[in-house]
């Protein structure tokens, strides 16, 4: 998410606002930086409430009309749940996105750290600096969000004249990872202290590679619990149920079609759904 002349609007009419409030930036900019979003906070917040405001007038229009056309009491209580029930999830919305991008930017750095440390490694054997180094994995798209956190500091010293120490640090205050975190501030003690890099790449890599290992390994466990439960909840047991219905609808006068049509078309749907959340969740993903 970048800066648009929508957000710049908002910006500019509750800017006032904002200043009244008079809250500190600091750790917000912060988040709306581990979270990729390049807007700072005055705007992005500016750009919630506005929306919050258009969901509200539309949700409240669009109800009111159908109650002048239908005028009931159902229609009336609609005007109500849907202008309350629509801007709370527009703010709840976009107030949550930036923690919950960044928790996903920092599982994504997680899961590819390992294999980017051995990149870092191998460059790093051939004699090349830790700028050069940054500057080599932010072309690399492989590695997903950690070229995004390469990017950052590759520009800092190629485009703003920051060395590289300096652009290490900030990397630390706006990298969604602890992990990274770590990386780097173990790097920079070494480079600090006049140490070898490779040793310490060759640590990191062996930590995070048998880190990455164990990881899988637990994740197969997960998913191989995950597929006995789906066979037996939502594959065998219909089957089973089906079965025992039918037999003792031979002897008590037939199956109730109704709980027939509440299992085909309620239960097992949302049984399915709920193992697809499960999945999505990262119960499938490597740690």
Known sequence: MKSSKYSRFCRRLFSKTFEELN?????????????????????????????????????????LILYLIIPHEITALLVLIISSVIPAG??????????SKAKSRGKDIDKYLPYATNFINTMSVAGISPAEIFETLSTVKLYGEIQKEAKK??????????????????????????????????????????????????RCVEKYMISDLM???RNLESLAVMAESFVVTVIAFPLFLVIILSIMGMTSGG?????????AFLILPMAYFGFYVMMKSGMGESI
């Not at 979003?37 to 109800?63: A, D, P, Q, R, W």
């Not at 590759?154 to 990872?177: Q, W, Y």
């Open 255 to 263: 199956i109730s079609f109704e709980f027939l049509f509440i299992l």
């Open 90 to 99: 527009i703010g709840v919305y976009y107030l949550s996105l930036p923690t």
């Open 215 to 217: 990881g899988r390994k």
């Open 153 to 202: 500091i590759t520009t800092e010293i190629n485009m703003m004249g920051i060395d590289t120490i300096t652009a290490l640090k900030h990397a630390i205050h706006i990298s969604p990872s602890d992990k990274l975190k770590d990386f780097i501030q173990g790097m920079l003690g070494v480079i600090q202290s006049g140490s070898e890099l490779g040793e310490y790449f060759n």
């Open 23 to 63: 809250i500190s930036e600091t750790n917000k900019n912060r988040l709306l930086e581990k979270a990729d979003i390049s807007i700072v906070y005055k705007e992005y917040y500016s750009m919630v409430l506005m929306n919050i405001i258009i969901g509200f007038i539309t949700s409240f229009v669009s109800t």
